[in-house]
């Protein structure tokens, strides 16, 4: 029992923190609302984009390719980080890693053969 | 590690694998190659028949010594070839119902990949029941859980597939973060990922607070893993993803999934937490599996009450056999609370027998919903005017989904009520409630045999039969008749073949 109210005094210092956390912003943010002046008119509500007139909408939509792009990217990306250090400690790894190593790119492979074939590859 | 090594290990016990990787993979190439012109069922023909040599090669490996493949990430006894068993061959007869599958809007670009996510599913459920070690077992789950979600989504324009598969992903996605989580404990408190390595530390546990996390870790492990045996509390999915997906997708949910669910659970409990002491009242310290049997009891009879009730006011038939699912889920899950001396026989058996009813039912419903594109259970109406040889297979599953002598089903509630009536103490109040929900699950079942044989036909046409739809019809009726005359027949090869899984942690 003893170690079990030990083990929740360690949150403690978890929840002061929490309350930092979520009190912090709400006096600065209220301090601020005390300290400015408060004088709106028209041209201040309008949205500030790096000193041009906003013309459009803010949220655009990206075309669905971008993320099947993306996808391949990832896969091809993490293929990479598994090879690196495959091939950095290839003298101790041995044969056993390099059929390994041969089985994973072979599967990629496949998997990028179904992609192109699929029409992922092409932008239209 | 050199190649010698490599070499030493008995790579043929994983044959099986082997074939259903090799399949699947030829398989995906076949269908990106072969002209557009090309009926892909031959693919579907293709994968049946790797999965009929995979069964070969495992009935050949059965009376094979146990083995251990790369520090028991792959291990080859008796669990693992008695539940492998099972999963091919329900993946065969849900093959065969895939091949005869037409939606209404066709699915001429899918179906390729449609019969090699199958395979790939299967692949994962055939690790899951074959791996001693942590990483592989949850590789194999998501191997599983990642090919069934895009099999729901299969049917492209189809709004309640798409909606299925959405939340199949959604919560599937929740649950494994659970499951992965309770592991992530189990890892924490022994520093190794082998099963038989952890079994033996969490063995010499003495600290109770370690005791404790324990505790959590293994309703996170089971709360999560609940999700594929679709139980309470992860029951919510079933029915509405049961109704979306394609027809032998959900047959392939409700059987070959859930067997694999069963399977990682019975492998996860048994060898983890069966080995840690636990201190209790009396001066015999129990192992921790043992002390959460109450909680086991609680989520079983919840399991068996949701399904049977709420499966009353379904008009749906898909949903209707989602809630069966899910109360047969509980009934197994009894079985696993009791833990006697008979759990494995009967949880094997169970299995075995809900195999063939459930998917011998799915056949009749795939054909019967296609037919006329509606899932109301009138569709069944006046069935036995129409093709009488059909609505007799029918209620032959319904009758042993409905556990009446003389069916498969009946055997499995028996061994599952004697198992759990044997233990000292006897669970009297899980076995109460197990009598009373069979006995509200007949009402649902003879809703459906009142309307095959009692009511007048909406359509007197014909019905088709197609070969793939006869020959599951043909083969599960057989079995389960068989296994519900002579249930030794199955027992007996049990008994003989696996040694009462002895060697599960060996």
Known sequence: MELLNLYQNNYLIVFVFLCLGVILPLVALYLGKLLRPYKPYDAKYTTYESGIEPFHDSRVQFNVRYYIFALMFVIFDVETVFLYPWAVAYEKLGIFALIEMLIFVLMLVIGLVYAWKKKVLKWT | ?506
Request: charged share 10%.
């Open chain 2, 1 to 506: 590690m050199d190649l010698e090594t490599l070499l030493s290990y008995e790579w043929g016990t994983m044959a099986p694998e082997f074939i259903i990787l090799g399949v699947a993979t030829a398989l995906s190439l076949l269908d990106l190659f072969m002209p557009k012109k090309v009926d892909r069922r031959i693919l579907g023909w293709l994968g049946f028949t790797g999965i009929l040599a995979a069964i070969v090669a495992l009935v050949s490996l059965i009376g094979h010594d146990t083995t251990s493949i790369l520090f028991d990430t792959f291990r080859l006894d008796g669990f693992a070839k008695a539940f492998k068993l099972i999963l091919l061959a329900g993946a065969a007869l849900v093959l065969l119902l895939a091949i005869d599958y037409e939606p209404k809007e066709g699915m001429k670009e899918y179906r390729g990949e449609f019969f090699y996510l199958f395979l790939t599913a299967l692949l994962g459920a055939m690790m899951m029941s074959s791996s001693g070690d942590l990483i592989t077992l949850f590789i194999g789950l998501e191997l599983l859980s990642l090919s069934s979600y895009i099999l729901a989504g299969m049917r492209k324009k189809n709004l309640q597939s798409n909606e299925s598969a959405m939340k199949y992903v959604i919560n599937g996605g929740i649950s494994t973060a659970i499951t992965l989580f309770g592991m992530s404990y189990v890892y924490g408190l022994t520093g190794t990922t082998n099963l038989k390595e952890m079994s033996l530390i969490l063995g010499n546990i003495a600290d109770p607070q370690h005791v404790y996390i324990l505790g959590l870790a293994f309703f996170l492990i089971f709360i999560g893993l609940s999700f594929k045996i679709a139980s309470a509390p992860f029951h919510m999915w079933a029915p509405d993803v049961y109704e979306g997906a394609p027809t032998p997708v959900t047959a392939f949910l409700s059987v070959v999934s859930k067997t694999a669910g069963f399977v990682i659970l019975l492998r996860l409990l048994l060898a983890i937490f069966a080995s840690v002491p636990v201190q209790g009242d009396g001066a015999e310290p129990l192992p921790l599996l043992l002390r959460m049997q109450d909680y086991l009891a609680f989520l079983a009879g919840a399991t068996m009450i949701i399904g049977n009730v709420i499966a009353l006011r379904q008009r749906n038939v898909k949903r209707l056999f989602a809630y069966s699912s899910i109360a047969h889920a509980g009934y197994i899950l009894v079985a696993l609370t009791t833990m006697s001396y008979f759990m494995f026989d009967a949880i094997w058996f169970y299995l075995l027998a809900y195999l063939f009813m459930n998917l011998g039912a799915f056949a009749i419903l795939q054909l019967i919903t296609s037919k006329t594109g509606s899932e109301d259970i009138g569709q069944f109406a006046g069935l036995y005017q129409r093709a009488p040889v059909l609505a007799v297979g029918m209620g032959i599953f319904i009758l042993s989904l409905a556990g009446i002598p003389g069916t498969a089903g009946f055997i499995g509630k028996l061994n599952i009520f004697m198992g759990a009536l044997i233990r000292e103490p006897a669970h009297f109040v899980l076995v109460g409630i197990m009598i009373v929900m069979t006995v509200v699950s007949y009402v649902y079942y003879f809703g459906l045999f009142t309307q095959m044989f009692f009511r007048p036909a909406a359509d007197d046409s014909k019905l088709k039969l197609s070969p793939g739809i006869t020959t599951v019809v043909v083969i599960c009726a057989a079995a389960t008749v068989l296994f519900g005359i002579m249930p030794n027949l199955a027992l007996d090869f049990f008994h003989q073949n696996f040694n009462g899984f002895s060697d599960f942690l060996q």
